[in-house]
């Protein structure tokens, strides 16, 4: 990350945090809500965006712009969970609802997804966003959903890791692929599967680690891979590698 990237999120997190509010001329109301709790930051470029509870954030560091997101500028919900780039420069947006939306900067121009925030599930929360060529990676309360950008349709949902009794249902949080596997990780731990695997909806496909398997805390918030190659997990209760 650059210096003048770090300066740029500063400032982000500054303004959301030391300006919650705002009054609108005479006659005119408008509401302003807080964004002190930042879920989520993606940049590209000059431009850093920010998921938070009370919407979404932009920041242009070569201009010094500041844009404010929220249900009057075109969002279905301001409780912002994650937020994404996409290489065109679309923004990918998802919430605690399970709603996604695609915002196109350029036009303004917004398309919203319920195919989640529809499900009788009690939660639904996407919890990560990540593109990779055409397919957007949906990481949510539900699961690990694949989403055609070109088609605009889901191309699977990945809901159950493993087998009983250490079968982990939903609740993921991130991913990587590290080793020839495609890894997740979950609220209940992490799992594995081959990237060759004709059918990870599959879920005596997957492998299943929790702290038996020597991770300090079955609670996994995100996965990363080292310079070395080396697949990280940060854990509730530590750094495992």
Request: with cysteine; hydrophobic share 45%.
């Amino acid at each position: 990350m650059t210096r003048s990237l770090r300066y740029a999120i500063f400032l982000l997190l500054a303004f959301v945090t030391l300006a919650p509010c705002a009054r609108g001329g005479v006659g005119e109301w408008r509401t302003f809500t807080t964004k002190r709790e930042i879920r989520a930051v993606a940049h590209a470029g000059s431009m850093v965006w920010a998921a938070t509870s009370g919407g979404l954030f932009s920041y242009d560091a070569s201009t010094g712009v500041y844009g404010e997101y929220a249900t009057a500028e075109g969002l279905k919900t301001i409780d912002i969970t994650a937020v994404a780039i996409a290489p065109d420069g679309d923004i990918w947006i998802g919430a605690a609802s399970g709603v996604i939306q695609r915002l196109t900067p350029s036009t303004g121009a917004w398309r919203t997804i319920t195919d989640i925030a529809i499900l009788e599930s009690a939660q639904k929360r996407i919890n990560t966003l990540a593109l990779s060529g055409d397919t957007l990676f949906i990481l949510s309360e539900i699961g690990l959903s694949l989403y055609s950008v070109s088609r605009e349709e889901f191309g699977g949902t990945y809901a159950r890791f493993g087998i009983p009794p250490a079968q982990i249902s939903g609740g993921v949080t991130s991913m990587a692929y590290a080793g020839g596997r495609l890894w997740v990780g979950t609220h209940l731990g992490a799992a594995s599967t081959s990237v060759t695997n004709p059918n990870p909806s599959s879920p005596d496909s997957w492998q299943v680690y929790r702290t038996a398997e020597g991770l300090p805390s079955a609670a996994v918030n995100a996965l990363a891979i080292a310079p070395g190659g080396e697949l990280c997990a940060a854990t509730g209760g530590g750094l495992a590698v």
